[in-house]
């Protein structure tokens, strides 16, 4: 229950900063109110992870202490200002269209079934097992946010914003049963910041509701709503970015949008790296933006604009620079003798990797096209410059949040660019003209810099959000020619419903040859397709019903936390749904932690690769509510081992357990020998010579 503190600030921050727009006697809005809220709330919580660091005071009464504080301060604000009736998003005599109505509940579906699964399901991404919530677990027992050694320098080193917003959950809860909420908050963000971006750019209310409903069924939003990822939290600090900036534009520079819009800019950049790409060309836009204005101050706003992500991220570029002599994490980046040929190839593959579907033969295509466009290039399809790691290009189908495409969407924001260019009344609104450039720019930044890799896709999760104002403004635009175009649309339903279709036969295992029924179902349900999409008037209403029906596959079968068939969330035991990545870890990780229990043991060092799960052995000891214990990365030999001084040289583990053995049957560890006891197909458990026993 102390987790509440949290919510009830974020409410006090929403209804201060709504009391502050009426009180000034404008119009206030509850979505510029709510993203000013979130920035807020980020901000504070930065604050308290680093201040209460300095005194290694991260434990849970530092932190509900701290948030009690801020709850009493921002009631006592609240208090103190004038109040007028609120005025929401829509009047008491607003009417809803059909449309409109249909969105609204699908939308809210849809938040309510991924926030259902974010509750229920544990955090089992991969990354989140090696690193994302492992650095949450080391801050805590460390009670601080310093570095420490370990094998896996992701934990220390990547931008740490989502997982500092998680440690306040965590700390306070005591479990990671809420770790998932940052990830879905992020989506609602995103979700209403894209509606404020659409209003911005002189969208309608349909409109605006519409680019809320594109931005709800990204189907790697869909995924990632429900992980302790942080591509839609960085998402979400770019679009705060994003609004703040546009009304920069409107109203012109002014001390409280320069901190905001500084601020959102510093919080994405201290989520994910990322967040730079996406970034640049929209600060690029705005610093334009304020050199233009003829305001006396512009530079000094300037100043603060580009001071205040500085001041937010220096804490984390100096630890960075401490370890490496350098600010920044090391990341995938590619060389820097980038060329056209090697820019064309990695937006070529970035594309294809939303185009795929159940089909094979759709996909080997594809394929093939890709590779005969490189061979013209005369580039390698899988150049190791721009490659990560060697891995082999391929065009596929997957419900995985790591590796999922966003097929609808990207098709949709396809035809969006053409529109836009081929209409001359869209290209002469001028911001959203540049807001397409900007959105553009992002995505040849991301292939410029960023190596070609399996999992990209979660990558461009931001890029589909910036995206969908746009794509609901341009097809807005298009129901005037709707008829014209209406057997294109129809045959893009029927394609998206058969691939519906597709992935809930592959899911089912059902194969027409050995199911003949199946065939009459797929008649059927293309048929009501087909009807549906005939009768309708209005492209917006096709896409939109579209939309909802392809998203199902998404929100339904997620492939580490499906909601329906035999391994769903509420059958499986919520330790097991840890290793849905790996499902045979989960007796191999279990036999080493209860055998390490039975000698017994609680303080156990651990040497596991650098991509290695380091997270599960916590997961599982606290199934087997073993209360207090101590784990350490021990024997590191990577940049990180300088920090093995004070308690962490002191540290003497009864055990240590390990991923990578190579056969060993002794280690030594600060001057101690251990010897192997135990072993299994990936984990080995070493004991303390002085109380090994012979086999």
Same mark, same amino acid.
């Given at each position: 229950?102390?987790?509440?503190?949290?919510?009830?600030?974020?409410?006090?921050?929403?209804?201060?900063?709504?009391?502050?727009?009426?009180?000034?006697?404008?119009?206030?809005?509850?979505?510029?109110?709510?993203?000013?809220?979130?920035?807020?709330?980020?901000?504070?919580?930065?604050?308290?992870?680093?201040?209460?660091?300095?005194?290694?005071?991260?434990?849970?009464?530092? +932190?509900? /202490? =701290?948030? #009690? *504080?801020?709850?009493?301060?921002?009631?006592?604000?609240? @208090?103190?200002?004038?109040? &007028?009736?609120?005025?929401?998003?829509?009047?008491?005599?607003?009417?809803?269209?059909?449309?409109?109505?249909?969105?609204?509940?699908?939308?809210?579906?849809?938040?309510?079934?991924?926030?259902?699964?974010?509750?229920?399901?544990?955090?089992?991404?991969?990354?989140?097992?090696?690193?994302?919530?492992?650095?949450?677990?080391?801050?805590?027992?460390?009670?601080?946010?310093?570095?420490?050694?370990?094998?896996?320098?992701?934990? +220390?080193? /990547? =931008?740490? #914003? *989502?997982?500092?917003?998680?440690?306040?959950?965590?700390? @306070?809860?005591?479990?990671? &049963?809420?770790?998932?909420?940052?990830?879905?908050?992020?989506?609602?963000?995103?979700?209403?910041?894209?509606?404020?971006?659409?209003?911005?750019?002189?969208?309608?209310?349909?409109?605006?509701?519409?680019?809320?409903?594109?931005?709800?069924?990204?189907?790697?939003?869909?995924?990632?709503?429900?992980?302790?990822?942080?591509?839609?939290?960085?998402?979400?600090?770019?679009?705060?970015?994003?609004?703040?900036?546009?009304?920069?534009?409107?109203?012109?520079?002014?001390?409280?949008?320069?901190?905001?819009?500084?601020?959102? @800019?510093?919080?994405?950049?201290?989520?994910?790296?990322?967040?730079?790409?996406?970034?640049?060309?929209?600060?690029?836009?705005?610093?334009?933006?304020?050199?233009?204005?003829?305001?006396?101050?512009?530079?000094?706003?300037?100043?603060?604009?580009?001071?205040?992500?500085?001041?937010?991220?220096?804490?984390?570029?100096?630890?960075?620079?401490?370890?490496?002599?350098?600010?920044?994490?090391?990341?995938?980046?590619?060389?820097?003798?980038?060329?056209?040929?090697?820019?064309?190839?990695?937006?070529?593959?970035?594309?294809?990797?939303?185009?795929?579907?159940?089909?094979?033969?759709?996909?080997?295509?594809?394929?093939?096209?890709?590779?005969?466009?490189?061979?013209?290039?005369?580039?390698?399809?899988?150049?190791?410059?721009?490659?990560?790691?060697?891995?082999?290009?391929?065009?596929?189908?997957?419900?995985?949040?790591?590796?999922?495409?966003?097929?609808?969407?990207?098709?949709?924001?396809?035809?969006?660019?053409?529109?836009?260019?081929?209409?001359?009344?869209?290209?002469?609104?001028?911001?959203?003209?540049?807001?397409?450039?900007?959105?553009?720019?992002?995505?040849?930044?991301?292939?410029?810099?960023?190596?070609?890799?399996?999992?990209?896709?979660?990558?461009?999760?931001?890029?589909?959000?910036?995206?969908?104002?746009?794509?609901?403004?341009?097809?807005?635009?298009?129901?005037?020619?709707?008829?014209?175009?209406?057997?294109?649309?129809?045959?893009?339903?029927?394609?998206?419903?058969?691939?519906?279709?597709?992935?809930?036969?592959?899911?089912?295992?059902?194969?027409?040859?050995?199911?003949?029924?199946?065939?009459?179902?797929?008649?059927?349900?293309?048929?009501?397709?087909?009807?549906?999409?005939?009768?309708?008037?209005?492209?917006?209403?096709?896409?939109?019903?579209?939309?909802?029906?392809?998203?199902?596959?998404?929100?339904?079968?997620?492939?580490?936390?499906?909601?329906?068939?035999?391994?769903?969330?509420?059958?499986?035991?919520?330790?097991?749904?840890?290793?849905?990545?790996?499902?045979?870890?989960?007796?191999?990780?279990?036999?080493?932690?209860?055998?390490?229990?039975?000698?017994?043991?609680?303080?156990?060092?651990?040497?596991?690769?650098?991509?290695?799960?380091?997270?599960?052995?916590?997961?599982?000891?606290?199934?087997?509510?073993?209360?207090?214990?101590?784990?350490?990365?021990?024997?590191?030999?990577?940049?990180?081992?300088?920090?093995?001084?004070?308690?962490?040289?002191?540290?003497?583990?009864?055990?240590?357990?390990?991923?990578?053995?190579?056969?060993?049957?002794?280690?030594?560890?600060?001057?101690?020998?251990?010897?192997?006891?135990?072993?299994?197909?990936?984990?080995?458990?070493?004991?303390?010579?002085?109380?090994?026993?012979?086999?």
């Amino acid at each position: 229950m102390s987790t509440v503190i949290l919510v009830l600030n974020l409410l006090i921050f929403l209804l201060i900063f709504y009391a502050r727009g009426s009180s000034r006697g404008v119009s206030a809005c509850w979505r510029d109110s709510f993203l000013s809220a979130a920035v807020t709330w980020a901000l504070i919580s930065l604050s308290i992870t680093e201040f209460l660091s300095l005194f290694s005071l991260i434990t849970f009464n530092g +932190i509900l /202490f =701290s948030w #009690g *504080a801020v709850f009493i301060a921002g009631v006592f604000i609240l @208090l103190k200002l004038p109040h &007028r009736k609120p005025a929401f998003m829509f009047s008491s005599n607003t009417r809803f269209s059909n449309l409109e109505v249909l969105s609204l509940f699908a939308i809210g579906c849809i938040i309510l079934t991924v926030g259902l699964i974010a509750l229920v399901a544990p955090p089992n991404n991969w990354d989140s097992l090696a690193y994302h919530m492992s650095r949450v677990f080391y801050w805590t027992q460390n009670h601080n946010v310093n570095y420490y050694p370990t094998h896996v320098p992701r934990q +220390i080193t /990547f =931008s740490p #914003g *989502a997982e500092y917003m998680i440690l306040q959950l965590q700390a @306070l809860a005591g479990n990671d &049963r809420f770790a998932n909420l940052i990830q879905w908050f992020s989506m609602i963000g995103c979700i209403v910041g894209v509606s404020l971006i659409a209003k911005k750019l002189g969208a309608d209310r349909n409109s605006q509701i519409f680019s809320a409903l594109i931005c709800a069924t990204i189907p790697m939003g869909i995924l990632q709503g429900s992980s302790t990822q942080n591509d839609y939290a960085a998402a979400f600090w770019i679009i705060c970015f994003i609004n703040f900036s546009l009304a920069l534009f409107a109203s012109g520079p002014s001390p409280g949008l320069i901190f905001f819009s500084g601020s959102s @800019l510093g919080l994405a950049l201290f989520t994910k790296g990322t967040a730079y790409l996406y970034t640049l060309p929209f600060l690029a836009w705005l610093i334009l933006a304020i050199l233009k204005n003829r305001h006396r101050n512009k530079l000094l706003m300037l100043a603060g604009l580009i001071a205040i992500p500085l001041f937010i991220n220096i804490p984390h570029y100096a630890r960075n620079f401490d370890l490496y002599r350098y600010p920044f994490a090391k990341i995938n980046t590619t060389p820097t003798g980038m060329n056209p040929g090697l820019l064309i190839s990695n937006l070529l593959r970035n594309m294809s990797s939303h185009m795929g579907s159940p089909s094979e033969l759709i996909n080997n295509t594809i394929y093939r096209l890709i590779e005969t466009i490189h061979a013209f290039l005369g580039v390698s399809i899988n150049d190791p410059r721009i490659t990560w790691e060697n891995y082999s290009f391929l065009v596929n189908f997957t419900l995985h949040e790591d590796t999922t495409g966003n097929p609808t969407h990207f098709l949709l924001a396809v035809v969006s660019v053409f529109v836009f260019v081929f209409s001359s009344k869209l290209k002469k609104q001028k911001n959203l003209l540049s807001y397409l450039i900007a959105a553009a720019a992002s995505a040849v930044l991301l292939s410029i810099f960023i190596q070609w890799n399996r999992w990209g896709t979660r990558y461009h999760l931001p890029f589909f959000v910036i995206f969908a104002p746009l794509i609901a403004m341009v097809l807005a635009k298009t129901d005037d020619s709707f008829e014209k175009n209406r057997f294109l649309l129809i045959l893009a339903g029927f394609l998206l419903c058969w691939t519906v279709l597709e992935c809930a036969r592959l899911y089912l295992g059902i194969t027409p040859a050995s199911y003949r029924g199946w065939f009459l179902a797929i008649a059927l349900y293309l048929s009501l397709c087909l009807l549906l999409l005939y009768r309708l008037k209005s492209a917006m209403t096709a896409v939109s019903i579209i939309l909802i029906v392809s998203s199902l596959p998404w929100i339904l079968l997620n492939r580490t936390r499906s909601m329906i068939g035999g391994k769903n969330i509420f059958a499986v035991k919520r330790i097991e749904q840890y290793f849905a990545n790996a499902e045979s870890r989960k007796k191999t990780y279990g036999g080493a932690v209860d055998y390490a229990l039975s000698l017994p043991c609680t303080d156990i060092g651990l040497i596991v690769g650098k991509g290695d799960w380091d997270y599960p052995f916590i997961a599982i000891l606290r199934d087997r509510n073993v209360s207090q214990f101590r784990i350490e990365h021990v024997n590191v030999s990577n940049s990180s081992a300088r920090y093995n001084t004070g308690a962490f040289k002191q540290f003497s583990p009864c055990a240590i357990i390990t991923t990578k053995s190579g056969g060993l049957d002794k280690i030594t560890c600060n001057g101690v020998l251990y010897k192997k006891q135990y072993s299994n197909e990936e984990v080995a458990v070493f004991r303390r010579d002085a109380e090994a026993k012979l086999n």
